[in-house]
């Protein structure tokens, strides 16, 4: 995954990875907790692009609604402590199941379109959530919930912990790239690979396209789901915000920097996408504006995001060899 | 059952019904010609409703500022497709979705930048802040002014579209996109003209409805999935499904938003009555979306001519 | 007998692209379809393949009703197309082509570990359908940088490593080389033995030489079937087809 660790792209992940194994450790010595918050939540919106890239890059399905799993993910944890249920195995077992089920039910309905019509009815389904919460005055509606205590894994996991809860969203994230590592080289990736490019084709060789997508828009919506259930874990607090379509538009930018298609470019982009908005928001409230350009600039002149980049170094690196 | 809302309530859902068509028909012309999903679209009701409450303040003329906001929102529009647009017509959907998205960013921070974080609003003459009694009905001269602009614009663009060449252009162009070319048209200048058109329309309605709500940042932003909506309900390239998909929508919403309420007190408590039922029926919207794109994808009317290739 | 259409339509519009077409494919051989452009062949592989509805008519292959049968199910059945227009995935490799076909007949795909380059007996048997039509020393490179005629092999050697009962084939050698056209009708004769062939065609050189039977079809309707000289000699079909 990771190929060879004196090409320019091996030592550039190696060190990233390194970093953040050893980063909580480093802050705490520099007394910095807020850098240790900044990572966390890379960390955590990291999971959710690993899982947009698994259907947009390899799959093929632009979603503009996966915000929505971010939502359910939170709520599972909002939702049971509102009710003073602070197990972790039900949350977690909330968050998996909830947003798997979400995923099965809309993707068996959105799959039956594409291009534009796919893109909106995502959307559509994503809107439909944000608004049942925003009616529920229960949980707060548009205010949203509270979360006074993090979910507890009895006395195996103490994720109140900001450490704990730090190298317990890292080990989620490692594991999930190496899924999608292994997924993408095996059996299963070549068919979605193939379906993304042709799927007329796919389905003449014999495959049930259909099936494959939508097992891979519940994966996809299922793994959002656990980076939503520690999203929420993380703010100590919920709101149907989470689920606005303009996050969507978030994550896709995020995996878009990083480069569409690569398993470890969701690392990269999210981690650029919010150190700029950190770096920019510190010196001006119009950070906006470089944003937006920043991503014009990258649909329209780099191709293939941090990712190709190291790709192009690597290529260079190989020929000077 | 209370007539008077009744009727204010059509009136309200028509009213809304028509700045969705102001909008849509714009976004479902450049989808349906131009292959181009343009999540900015919603930028340029914003900027509308911006440029004219400025030169409002600067003028005190709101006909002024319907003519400077008409003329800055084409010129707009065709920077837009010339720098940016034209280049993605036809291409990834994701690259369009990615750089409207990022249109939205750049737009919603300069109106920041020139106009500030606090919105702008468009005082109304006294002509137009009274209100008109018909019988023992009485309305705000302004909403009525709102519905006659939104049904000439509608009626402008039927016959632009049924009796023009350029109509007849646009009406190929969307049913079927090579044959126009292969009609030796110049198919870049249809395109630009297309663009700056649907700028403009998204343009006067964000001047419409500023003296209502006020011009604020990000205001399009909510309003341009509604009008996708539209498009996908009416079906992609249609004007006349743009403009039912628009009406059918606006009274949805209204209607929802103002009966929904007692429809569901018979089962909740009258609190949670009035916090679910504007939620309801802003998702009743998007329900409809997905029962059409299902049962009937091309959309209810769509353009005729039209096959799915 | 291997297939049977029984009274086949298809409306686009106004254009009957099928109209009561009524054909039997049977077993061995090869069985031409000749016709204009714009006849509605392409149509005719597309419904027989799955990828199109028809709008009435009756499907039979190797003795099922196959009418409402999905196209991946009929592909597993052995009912096997190739596309007039190029059709493979342009960015994998030639070999990795062919195995995504031969791993579409050893079950479910539904296997999210082991990787796919390791897996020896995959590589083999798709080498194997590559060096059958000749591009076995193309497997590596990408399926988008090999040539246009190489590209139609590469079309062929998927649907053959599908092992497949009918093939049908949509104008292999559309758009080839005479030298490739040759190597083509050449690969064609070969294959003729294993499998039952549906062709398409328009080179007439080359349904003449390859056709037990033949078919023509003009505006969507079958006006003659019959054996290769019968087809030559039928004055209808000199005057709506061969004759200009
Ligand atoms: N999806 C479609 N929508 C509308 N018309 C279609 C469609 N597909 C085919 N047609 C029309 O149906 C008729 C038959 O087309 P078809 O492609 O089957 O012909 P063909 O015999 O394969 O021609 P060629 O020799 O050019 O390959 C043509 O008039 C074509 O324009
Ligand atoms: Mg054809």
Redesign the pocket.
């Known amino acids: 995954m990771i190929g060879t660790l004196s090409k320019p792209s091996g030592l550039v992940y190696s060190t990233v990875i390194v970093l953040l194994l050893i980063a909580p450790v480093v802050i705490s010595l520099m007394e910095h907790s807020f850098y240790l918050d900044l990572l966390t939540r890379i960390l955590i919106l990291t999971i959710a692009v690993v899982s947009l890239n698994l259907i947009v890059g390899y799959g093929g399905m632009i979603s503009l609604g996966h915000a929505a799993y971010l939502g359910i993910g939170a709520y599972s944890v909002g939702i049971p402590s509102y009710y003073e249920v602070f197990n972790g195995y039900i949350h977690l077992g909330l968050a998996i199941g909830g947003s798997a089920l979400f995923a099965l039910v809309t993707g068996i309905i959105c799959l039956r379109t594409r291009g534009l019509y796919f893109i909106l009815i995502t959307l559509a389904f994503t809107q439909m959530l944000y608004y049942t919460f925003v009616s529920i005055e229960e949980y707060g509606a548009d205010d949203g919930l509270v979360i006074y205590q993090r979910s507890e894994f009895g006395g195996l996991l103490d994720i109140e912990n900001a450490n704990t809860l730090y190298y317990a969203v890292l080990v989620v994230l490692l594991l999930s790239l190496y899924l999608m590592h292994r997924l993408i080289h095996a059996r299963y990736g070549k068919v979605l690979f193939g379906s993304k490019h042709n799927d007329e084709r796919m389905q003449s060789l014999g495959y049930n396209t259909y099936q494959y997508k939508l097992s891979c828009y519940v994966i996809s919506g299922t793994l959002c789901g656990i980076a939503g259930f520690f999203l929420g874990n993380f703010t100590n607090y919920i709101s149907p915000e989470m689920m606005d379509w303009t996050h969507s538009g978030e994550l896709i930018f995020m995996m878009v920097i990083g480069g569409t298609g690569a398993v470890l470019g969701p690392v990269l982009g999210t981690a650029t996408f919010l150190f700029l908005e950190e770096f920019l928001s510190s010196i001006t409230v119009y950070w906006h504006l470089i944003f937006g350009l920043l991503l014009i600039a990258l649909v329209m002149f780099g191709k293939g995001g941090l990712h190709g980049l190291l790709s192009r170094m690597d290529r260079r690196w190989e020929k000077s060899q | 059952m209370d007539w008077h809302l009744l009727i204010s309530q059509l009136l309200n859902g028509l009213q809304l019904g028509l700045l969705l068509f102001l909008l849509a028909s714009g976004l479902s012309l450049i989808f349906g010609i131009m292959d181009f999903i343009n999540l900015a679209h919603g930028s340029f009701y914003m900027v509308g409703a911006f440029v004219g409450a400025t030169v409002v303040s600067l003028t005190g003329s709101l006909i002024i500022a319907v003519v400077v906001t008409m003329i800055a929102m084409l010129i707009l529009g065709v920077l837009v497709d010339i720098l940016i647009a034209r280049k993605l017509y036809g291409q990834d959907h994701l690259d369009q979705v990615l750089v409207t998205f990022g249109l939205i960013l750049v737009f919603d921070t300069l109106a920041h930048i020139i106009w500030g974080s606090a919105g702008a609003t468009i005082p109304l003459p006294d002509v137009l802040n009274g209100q008109i009694e018909i019988a023992t009905f009485v309305m705000p001269t302004y909403r009525l002014l709102i519905i006659v602009c939104g049904l000439l614009v509608a009626l402008g663009s039927y016959f632009l579209v049924t009796r023009s060449r350029l109509g007849m252009l646009i009406r190929a162009g969307a049913s079927n996109r090579n044959m126009v070319t292969a009609l030796g048209v110049n198919i870049d200048r249809l395109y630009l003209i297309v663009f700056a058109i649907g700028a403009a329309m998204a343009g006067f309605a964000g001047l419409l409805i500023a003296p209502i709500t006020e011009a604020s940042i990000g205001m399009g932003n909510e309003i341009i999935i509604i009008a996708f909506v539209v498009v996908i309900v009416g079906g992609i390239g249609s004007v006349k499904g743009a403009f039912y998909g628009a009406i059918l929508i606006g009274f949805i919403d209204t209607l929802g938003r103002s009966y929904l309420d007692d429809l569901l007190k018979l089962f909740l408590s009258n609190q949670s009555a009035e916090t679910a039922a504007p939620a309801l029926s802003a998702m009743l919207v998007y329900i409809l979306m997905v029962v059409v794109l299902v049962f009937k994808p091309e959309g209810l009317f769509p353009p005729s001519g039209f096959?799915k290739? | 007998m291997m297939l049977e259409v029984k009274g086949l339509h298809k409306q686009?519009?106004g254009?009957h692209?099928s109209r009561d077409i009524n054909l039997v494919v049977e077993k061995h051989g090869v069985h031409a379809i000749i016709?204009p452009?714009?006849?509605?062949?392409?149509?005719?592989i597309a419904q027989l393949s799955g990828a199109l509805k028809p709008d009435a008519g009756r499907l039979r292959f190797d003795n099922t009703d196959i009418t409402h049968m999905s196209r991946h199910r009929r592909a597993h059945a052995g009912l096997v197309r190739s596309f007039?227009i190029t059709s493979i995935i342009l960015p994998m490799s030639v070999l990795e082509n062919v195995m995504l076909a031969v791993q579409s007949t050893e079950g479910h795909s539904y296997r999210f570990w082991a990787p796919v380059s390791q897996d020896a007996e995959l590589k083999e048997k798709a080498m194997q359908s590559l060096s059958e039509v000749g591009l076995g020393n193309r497997a590596d490179q990408m399926a988008g940088e090999i040539s246009h005629g190489e590209q139609r092999q590469l079309e062929i050697a998927m649907a053959l490593a599908l092992k497949p009962k009918l093939l049908l084939l949509d104008?292999p050698m559309a758009g080839m080389s005479k030298e490739e056209s040759a190597n083509m009708i050449e690969l064609l004769k070969q294959l003729k033995g294993e499998t039952t062939i549906l062709l398409v065609e328009?080179d007439m050189d080359a349904v003449f030489s390859l056709a037990d039977t033949t078919s023509v079809l003009v505006n969507g309707h079958i006006i003659a079937t019959g054996s290769t000289d019968e087809i030559r000699n039928n004055a209808e079909v000199q005057k709506a087809y061969l004759g200009d």
């Open positions: 096959n290739k | 686009f519009g254009i692209a016709g452009n714009g006849a509605g062949k392409t149509t005719l007039q104008e328009h």
